[in-house]
């Protein structure tokens, strides 16, 4: 199975700051379409995750600008930027290339 | 707008099965895969399997071939899944999810 390691493990964030969170697959994520199916997650307290990013780089419907996605093969990341109360939380990647589809371990941003 | 209804918590003994639901609405059922994700407390997320309403077909992580039964009824938009023998390590909440929507999740309590 594919691994996918988060980190770190948790952030302390200033409001209005920026955060950085890597995602590294035990293999390549590039499928043999060619397409790269590695995905963002936030889970708010008590709720259900929420897709932030698709396919590395795209932000779903309604995500703000603050998050953007980058990287290829087995690197990837995640950066939040301005950092607003909302964004707290549990972060998580996916991925979706091969099967079976597996999560990263999280990632949790806190204030600082 | 999509939902993903899932049914109420659950109080199990060990060794017995339970079987939970998910009520799709706002998109055609049949012409997407949903599948299960379980999280312990406190835990990431593990991908349990996937069905495909309109055939029915399914598509499983080996660890958990033997313990989840899926299923779905067309006719009421809803998707199930059942899980047996369980045990303590079954303890989880357990979501129905189509990745870009979630349900609310479903916490089963394995207890005597």
């Known amino acids: 199975d594919v691994v996918l390691t988060q980190t770190p493990v948790s952030l302390l964030i200033s409001l209005g700051g920026q955060a950085s969170i890597s995602c590294r697959s035990s293999q390549s994520l590039v499928h043999s379409n060619g397409n790269t199916y590695l995905h963002w997650y936030l889970q708010k307290p008590g709720q259900s995750p929420q897709l932030l990013i698709y396919?590395?780089?795209n932000r779903f419907s309604g995500i703000p600008d603050r998050f953007s996605g980058s990287g290829s093969g087995t690197d990837f990341t995640l950066k939040i930027s301005r950092v607003e109360p909302e964004d707290l939380g549990v972060y998580y990647c996916l991925q979706r290339t091969h099967n079976p589809w597996t999560f990263g371990g999280g990632t949790k941003l806190e204030l600082k | 707008q999509v939902k993903l209804l899932q049914s109420g918590a659950a109080l199990v003994k060990p060794g017995a099965s339970v079987k939970m639901s998910c009520k799709a609405s706002g998109y055609t059922f049949t012409d997407y895969w949903v599948s299960w994700v379980k999280q312990s407390h406190g835990k990431s997320l593990e991908w349990i399997g996937e069905?495909?309403?309109?055939?029915?077909?399914?598509n499983f992580n080996e660890k958990f071939k033997g313990k989840a039964t899926l299923t779905v009824d067309k006719s009421t938009s809803t998707a199930y899944m059942e899980l047996s023998r369980l045990t303590s390590e079954d303890s989880a909440i357990y979501y129905c999810?189509?990745?870009?929507?979630w349900g609310q999740g479903t916490l089963v309590t394995v207890s005597s």
């Open positions: 396919q590395v780089s």
């Open positions: 069905i495909y309403p309109n055939s029915g077909a399914t």
């Open positions: 999810t189509r990745f870009r929507d």
